[in-house]
């Protein structure tokens, strides 16, 4: 099955730049979408098809992908953005086709 | 503004069903153009895809859990409903109905989102 591993967390001061990585066998290959899970809430999309966001979602959330890793830029990282992220793709070849990755915490300094 | 809103029971005896509801309202799921899905979370863990479902009512499900899962709808009640039978306590997860992916994009995302419900299998 295919595996999408994300770091389990990252931390990062207020101000400053945060990097979500998402490694997969060729992942470039794959629409990359991104979730922010805040604790006791529904996951949120903030990046969907590697780099395009939904209306609401600030400026502030970037996302690219090519090769084994798509990365999820959180820029100028602010309290409210502290919460736990998952990258998804679609890989028919799998045995569970819609793939979530491992999370990962971002935790603000 | 899209919303959903997961239904039933909290606590499931172990090899029963678990049945949940979700309810859709400021859209209606027979316009069609999405497929209606389930998603679990298991404590503290990531998230799981467990199948969705068309207005038509065609359904694909995981195929790790697709011989204990049926995805039904009832449009009449703009609702879509889960069963799952012979439960464990591996089953114990937060369940979250939400709308997607796309019809014409069976790579798309998953865009709006119930809040979830925890059911808990234990006797």
């Known amino acids: 099955s295919y595996v999408l591993t994300q770091p389990p967390s990252v931390s990062v001061a207020p101000g400053k730049t945060a990097r979500i990585t998402c490694g997969g066998n060729?992942?470039?290959?794959?629409?990359v979408h991104w979730y922010q899970q805040k604790p006791g809430q529904a996951p949120v999309l903030v990046i969907y098809?590697?780099?395009d966001r939904p209306s609401g979602i600030p400026e502030r959330f970037s996302g690219s992908n090519s090769g084994n890793t798509a990365t999820l830029t959180i820029s100028r990282v602010e309290a409210g953005d502290e919460a736990d992220y998952y990258c998804?793709?679609?890989?028919?070849?799998?045995?569970?086709?819609?793939?979530f990755g491992t999370g990962t915490k971002v935790t603000v300094l | 503004q899209v919303q959903l809103q997961e239904s039933g029971p909290g606590l499931v005896k172990p090899s029963q069903t678990l049945s949940l509801t979700c309810t859709v309202s400021?859209?209606?799921?027979?316009?069609?153009?999405?497929?209606w899905s389930w998603i679990r979370q298991h404590p503290g863990k990531g998230l799981e895809w467990i199948g969705y479902?068309?207005?038509?009512?065609?359904?694909y499900y995981n195929p790790s859990l697709k011989s204990r899962v049926t995805i039904s709808v009832d449009t009449s009640k703009n609702q879509f409903s889960l069963k799952l039978s012979s439960v464990t306590a591996a089953d114990t997860a937060v369940y979250y109905c939400?709308?997607?992916?796309?019809?014409?994009?069976?790579?798309?995302?998953?865009?709006?989102w119930g809040q979830g419900t925890l059911v808990t299998v234990s006797s």
């Open positions: 939400a709308r997607g992916p796309p019809k014409v994009a069976a790579a798309g995302n998953f865009d709006y």
């Open positions: 400021g859209g209606s799921i027979s316009s069609g153009g999405y497929y």
């Open positions: 479902i068309y207005y038509s009512g065609s359904t």
């Open positions: 060729n992942i470039g290959s794959k629409s």
């Open positions: 098809y590697d780099s």
């Open positions: 998804q793709v679609w890989d028919s070849s799998s045995d569970r086709d819609y793939v």
